[in-house]
């Protein structure tokens, strides 16, 4: 009943947020995506994306169709590698940025592991920035990372991403904290930061010092679950992802001493090109799961 080039069609526009980004991602023309959509919304005579000049959101019917759409693409990719009769074998060396670890890296390496059993996986956890150097030096085949987009303050519209990055999704920074966690009017903000070099250091620096608002490093640590134990003991505040916001801490609510961040992209980047073998099916497995992580916690 719905064909699976329309799915990922409708998929990729959920996960970037836009026509325009979707047709980049698939290497299609936007014409091309928009009438995918359309033949889509007419086979399930459901209105599944609403539209206007700035932007594109999921109606009810559509948030339905991301889990009926990721589940039928998986089973159409199951199928299809069981009767090629040649399942993927190798290792593929990947690096996944600490914003998943605990959040959404279990399931997404369990649903790999499921469709690709005889993959052999050499994961390396750690900040985008020092990912991004690795695998410019050839240690890793494939990075799931962030970049952030220009500050909210400076304008303009994020460029394309180069050839060697997919766009999985777009989410928004915000400030975190534990439950409760009030900042004191007039003192420095107190930051819990990644060590240099951190995407999400610099732009908490880099908003707070053109608002004019004062700061310090209250904590630094290397791992996530360092960032967060220190935040859930009230140390200070982070600059985190919204949808992957760690276990037992919160958004902030809005307070004069935190400037907004802006937003990030978390990217699929290789060093040359398209994946090939075990890495192009751990990259088409991330796609394809890319409207699960993208949905709010």
Known sequence: MFDPVQLRSFLAVAQTGGFTRAAQRLGLR???????????????????????????????????MLGFARSILEAHEQAAAY????????????????????????????????????VDLELTVGR????????ADGRLDLVLGKRITEAPAAGGSPG?????????WRDRLVWIGAP??????????PLIVYPAPSITRARALEVL???????????????????????????????HAEGLIPPGLHALP??????????????????HGSPRGPAAALAEAILAGGDHLRRPR
């Open 209 to 239: 010092d053109r608002a004019g608002r004062p700061w310090r490093i209250a904590c630094t640590s290397a791992s996530l679950s360092g960032v967060r134990a220190a935040a859930l003991a009230g140390l200070g505040v982070v600059a």
């Open 128 to 135: 985008s920035a020092v990912l991004a150097e690795q695998l």
């Open 180 to 189: 409760g966690h009030r900042l004191e009017r007039g003192a420095p903000v």
């Open 30 to 64: 936007q014409s091309t995506v928009s009438q995918h959509v359309r033949r889509l919304e007419e086979a399930a005579e459901r209105r599944l994306f609403e539209r206007d000049t700035h932007s594109v959101a999921l109606t009810a019917e559509g948030e339905a």
């Open 83 to 118: 009767f090629a009769g040649t399942p993927v074998r190798g290792r593929v060396r990947f690096g996944a940025s600490e914003d998943f670890v605990l959040t959404e890296l279990p399931q997404l390496l369990r649903t790999f592991r499921r469709g690709h059993p005889e």
């Open 254 to 271: 809005a307070q004069p001493e935190l400037p907004l961040l802006g937003d990030t992209e978390f990217v699929l980047s290789t060093r």
């Open 160 to 168: 394309a991403a180069p050839a060697a990055d997919r766009l999985v």
